[in-house]
Structure formats: structure tokens, C-alpha cells
């Protein structure tokens, strides 16, 4: 049986709290239109993507009112592993992915999912983790350990220029240009492929564990569904910059990108942000989620905030016993000094190996 709403009386009686599958329920479809928050990481695209690569069982936690169906919601992935054991998570490898409302009342279906979650927390004794903060569930723990930048973004495309800062940005879209660097929009799995032999390259100087090659080629399925795209930034017939695009509603959202440190000083991250700024603008978008950063990471941060973006700090939800360890900043700092030490393709086998027991 579905749990029931803390509420009372007739605020008891009108929202119900119940689950569905967001795969193939086209009343989550549907609600997702009439969410103003709902983004590409709440499509039912995305948690199939999830739920074919690394296996999850994807749920989603729903608030119903009487005679307008869905009015919150929030996806919730089952990480089942041997190596970190059970807990749901909203929502692996997403960078945020709140709880969502539709329409005026927004505290009545928040106050019911809470009431809900924590319930589901209590009877299973199953840890969960939202990339969002959630405030008003007992026992939760609200962790800040990233920024979230955003660029507002317009249909003239000059007004959203006139914010890139002149010394970090304008000057490198200039020096891109006059080394003969040249950006394009592809949905091809070719240009996947060539993502992903930067994203090898890239992850492995960062020390972090690399994406499985057929998740990154999978996302072709997102494309052909008209939810993102590849820019690649090109030396003659050399890929040099790559980065990968979510597109859903009003937003564009920066998912991965890589780089070959060869020609960083040719600035082909500049030219590639400023040419998926203006297709974005041309196009309709109103903004653009340059993605999560780490708070450690103040040179990422800047960058971020030299094209006018609007930085906020990112708070994740915890419903457990204790606050999440800090055990695991130590250990994703020895891991990166593992893996930039090690012969090439360790990262991947890693990523391969564990990127599913720790999404």
C-alpha cells in the first residue's frame, strides 16, 4: 500500500501520495509539461538510459489531487550494490534533480513527498540520497559541497555576450578563431566517438574514473529524440574540444566535456562555449546549466562566472542515521592520484568496474 500524507482533514483527504513507473506512465510525461523546475534529468529518457545501462529500478514518489491527477513528484533510482550496499538515490549521475510541482500550491504536494519519503525511510531503513535540497523531512541532513552555475540566456544573442568577461572569455573565442579552430553541432555517433576518445584523455588527466564507452554512445538515443547534441571544436580535421548537451524545455545543460591538453592554448573551450551560447539563443533557449562544480575547485568556479553565469551553492539531501562522511573526498583524491599515475586504461577499467556502485 502506498503511505499515506501527514496532513489532516481535508488536506489529507485531497492529495494522495502514491508511486508509478516514469519509463512508460505517460501521466509522468504529462506532468512533466506542467512542471515550471522539470528538467532533462526528470525525463523519462534519461531514467531509462539509467535503468538499461547500470540496471536501476527507477520509481517514481508522486502526490495526486483529486480531480488533477499528478501535482509532485520526484524519480528515484535503487542502487543495489555488494560494495555500498542498498539506498535510493534521486538520482544517479545527475548533477540536480529536486523534487518537482505543478501548480500554484507548492507547499501542500512538498510537505506530502516529504511525509512520504520519510515514511519509506522509516519502514525500509533504506538510506536516501536527493541532488537537491529538500528541507522539512526529519532526520535529513542537507550537505553543501557544490556550486550550480546558470546563464540566463536571451533571444539577442549580443545582450548575452555583452556579460562574457572581456580577458577570460572574449579574448579566447578571438585566439580560437585566429588558430583556425572551427566548432559544429553533430547528433552522430561518430561524433560520440570522437567525444569519447577526448573524454579518455581528459578524465584520465583529472584523475577520475572514465564513463563506460556504451553509456556515452547511448546517448545517441537521446538525441535522436531531440534532447541534446555534441559540439566538437575541430583543428583542420582534428578534434580538439568535445563537450556533450542536454536539451529539454526552456534549458540547455552542459553533461560532460573533454579536451586534448595539446591544444588547450588555442582556447577551443572558449570558441565551444560561445557557439552552443549562440545556437542556444538563437534557438529559443532561456537558459543555460553549466552543471555542477566542486566548492574545492575555484579556478572551474571562475571560469564558469567569466561568461556571466549566476553561481548559487548546491545543497544535497540526506535521509540516514549520520552526515555523509567526508571519507570520500579523501578517497576520490587518492584515486585521482592512482589513476594519473597509472598506464592509460586504468581509468576506464575503474569506471567500468565501480561507476555503478557509486552513481
Given at each position: 500500500m502506498p503511505e499515506r500524507s501527514q496532513g489532516t482533514g481535508a488536506a489529507e483527504q485531497r492529495l494522495r501520495p502514491n508511486r508509478l513507473d516514469p519509463l512508460s506512465d505517460p501521466a509522468w510525461r504529462a506532468f512533466l509539461d506542467r512542471s515550471p523546475d522539470a528538467s532533462i534529468f526528470h525525463h523519462p529518457a534519461w531514467l531509462r538510459l539509467l535503468h538499461d545501462h547500470y540496471g536501476y529500478e527507477v520509481q517514481a514518489r508522486c502526490v495526486s489531487e483529486d480531480g488533477r491527477g499528478l501535482v509532485g513528484g520526484l524519480p528515484v533510482a535503487r542502487v543495489s550494490s555488494r560494495l555500498t550496499g542498498k539506498r535510493l538515490v534521486a538520482l544517479p549521475f545527475s548533477d540536480i534533480c529536486p523534487p518537482l510541482v505543478a501548480g500554484a500550491d507548492r507547499e501542500g504536494p512538498l510537505d506530502a513527498l516529504a511525509a512520504m519519503l520519510a515514511a519509506e525511510r522509516r519502514q525500509s531503513g533504506l538510506d536516501i540520497e536527493i541532488h537537491a535540497e529538500m528541507p522539512g523531512i526529519d532526520s535529513a541532513f542537507v550537505v553543501h559541497r557544490f556550486h550550480q552555475h546558470v546563464l540566463p540566456l536571451q533571444a539577442d544573442v549580443q545582450a548575452v555576450e555583452s556579460n562574457f568577461s572581456k580577458s577570460q572569455v572574449k579574448r579566447g573565442i578571438a585566439k580560437a578563431r585566429r588558430e583556425g579552430l572551427v566548432a559544429e553541432r553533430r547528433t552522430d555517433r561518430d561524433a560520440l566517438e570522437d567525444f569519447y576518445r577526448l573524454h579518455l584523455q581528459t578524465r584520465r588527466r583529472q584523475g577520475v574514473p572514465t564513463q563506460p564507452k556504451r553509456f556515452i554512445l547511448s546517448f545517441a538515443d537521446l538525441f535522436e529524440g531531440g534532447l541534446g547534441f555534441v559540439l566538437l571544436v575541430r583543428l583542420e580535421e582534428l578534434p580538439v574540444?568535445?563537450?556533450?548537451?542536454?536539451?529539454?524545455?526552456?534549458?540547455?545543460?552542459?553533461?560532460?566535456?573533454a579536451s586534448d591538453a595539446r591544444h588547450l592554448?588555442?582556447?577551443?573551450?572558449?570558441?565551444?562555449?560561445?557557439?552552443?551560447?549562440?545556437?542556444?539563443?538563437?534557438?529559443?533557449?532561456?537558459?543555460?546549466?553549466?552543471?555542477?562544480?566542486?566548492?574545492?575547485?575555484?579556478?572551474?568556479?571562475?571560469?564558469?562566472r567569466s561568461w556571466g553565469a549566476v553561481e548559487s551553492e548546491l545543497g544535497y539531501t540526506y535521509l540516514c542515521d549520520e552526515p555523509p562522511s567526508t571519507e570520500a573526498v579523501l578517497q576520490n583524491r587518492i584515486m585521482a592520484g592512482v589513476i594519473t599515475r597509472s598506464p592509460r586504461g586504468v581509468g576506464r577499467l575503474v569506471g567500468e568496474a565501480l561507476n555503478k556502485h557509486f552513481g
Open positions: 574540444a568535445a563537450a556533450v548537451f542536454l536539451t529539454f524545455k526552456d534549458t540547455i545543460t552542459y553533461k560532460y566535456g592554448n588555442r582556447r577551443p573551450n572558449n570558441l565551444l562555449f560561445a557557439e552552443a551560447i549562440r545556437w542556444a539563443c538563437e534557438d529559443g533557449f532561456r537558459s543555460l546549466d553549466f552543471g555542477r562544480t566542486n566548492l574545492d575547485n575555484p579556478g572551474l568556479a571562475s571560469f564558469k
